[in-house]
């Protein structure tokens, strides 16, 4: 072989082996992907919400009487118990002090009242008297009729008269009483405070008794000072007995049944809780979102399966979230929510077959925020692309991300 052919010999070979690079570091290779697996098992709906925690019956215990509040000793958390527990005492409020006027003036008062007291003892006395007589000339005019004498017009009269006597003697006698109530009204004014109250015992406070068995959820007044009847005072309630309000957008609360099992996380705990849901009220009533957006809201009332479990460990007010089952499908052909993607006015995905993308429509049933129901285009084993971006495209060689 002469040098020109060894020479045109190794420059081919030479311009084979570039041309074989260029060819392979131009040759489309497999787009790596996620790869999720269609499986078979339940899917539930839910209207996930936030709700806090209430006890079911709390006493707001009021004061009984306007007076002085000692201050209060019992604290925020404390047990007691019903007509037992002493919660506050109050000290009535003492009369007023009167000045030589006002001392003069009710004086003068009272003696009115006296006077018209013997007034109208005079009065009934009188109308006793007219009484007697009224009886007596009925009398009289029986026998004057029985005789024939008199005419039965002036029995009647009699009769009339006696009647007529009779309540004036019961008006006298109200007055009597009318009378005797204004003076003690008058004799009352006079009295001053150490009269009325007697400071050396300590019934002279009004103790305000727990009217339950409970714990103390909030100490509204703690410190001594004057306070009006009907103020708050002390909030009770039974922790054993809680219940968990959320506020559910009214086109959610449709969705939701009384009876619907409900999970409860991130109440703080590690397992979370269970519970049902007693009633959805039918009042709902608008809130501003975080956006500044008005919404209608509706209290979804929910019950703790274990609600003395959950009281050893919640109290009055505190923050959870709940899943509020709607739906559920207990044997359900699956496929995560990540796989899908919109395709015009439908669902449709990329399965994997002998290692290509292939673009299929699939048919939805139920779904929430992680998994849906398949009712057609897939089965159970089949290997879907997650999370397609886009380099996937129909017949796109794909490779797992983990090989």
């Known amino acids: 072989m002469t040098v020109t052919s060894k020479r045109l010999l190794i420059w081919s070979a030479l311009g084979a082996v570039i041309v074989a690079g260029l060819a392979l570091s131009f040759w489309p290779r497999p787009v790596p992907v996620d790869l999720v697996e269609v499986d078979r098992g339940s899917v539930v709906a839910t ?16 004061a009984p009487i306007t007076g002085t509040l000692q201050r209060i000793r019992i604290e925020d958390g404390d047990m007691v118990l019903g007509q037992v527990s002493v919660l506050a005492a109050i000290r009535p409020v003492e009369p007023t002090l009167l000045d030589a006027r006002e001392e003069a003036r009710v004086l003068a008062q009272i003696s009115a009242a006296r006077a018209n007291l013997e007034l109208s003892r005079a009065e009934v006395e009188r109308a006793r008297a007219d009484l007697a007589f009224a009886e007596i000339e009925l009398t009289r005019a029986r026998i004057l009729v029985r005789r024939e004498v008199a005419s039965e017009r002036s029995l009647d009269v009699a009769e009339t008269e006696v009647k007529r006597a009779e309540a004036a003697l019961r008006i006298a006698e109200a007055q009597v009483l009318v009378r005797a109530a204004e003076l003690e009204r008058a004799q009352a004014e006079l009295m001053q405070a150490n009269d009325a109250l007697d400071t050396s015992h300590d019934t002279c406070c009004v103790h305000v008794i727990a009217p339950i068995s409970g714990r103390v959820l909030r100490v509204i007044r703690e410190d001594e000072g004057v306070v009006s009847a009907g103020e708050p005072l002390v909030e009770l309630g039974e922790l054993g007995d809680m219940e968990v309000v959320v506020e559910a957008l009214s086109t959610d609360a449709v969705k939701i049944a009384e009876g619907a099992p409900v999970v409860i996380e991130r109440w703080g705990g590690g397992a979370a809780l269970s519970g049902t849901v007693r009633r959805i009220e039918p009042y709902g009533f608008t809130k501003i979102s975080a956006l500044g957006i008005e919404e209608q809201r509706v209290n979804v009332l929910v019950d703790f399966d ?4 959950a009281g050893h460990k919640l109290g009055h007010g505190y923050r959870v979230e709940t899943q509020i089952e709607t739906a559920r499908v207990p044997d359900a052909v699956r496929v ?4 899908l993607f919109r395709d015009g ?3 449709a995905v990329f399965i994997v077959i002998e290692g290509r993308a292939r673009h299929r429509g699939v048919t939805l049933g139920l779904l929430n925020d992680q998994i849906a129901e398949v009712i057609g285009g897939l089965a159970p084993g089949d290997i879907l692309v997650s999370r397609p971006d886009d380099r996937i495209g129909d017949s796109v060689r794909v490779v797992s991300r983990e090989e």
């Open 345 to 347: 006015g439908g669902w």
């Open 336 to 339: 995560p929510l990540a796989a």
């Open 47 to 62: 209207v996930n919400e936030e709700g806090k925690t209430r006890v079911r019956e709390v006493y707001i215990v009021s």
């Open 306 to 309: 274990d609600a003395k479990e």
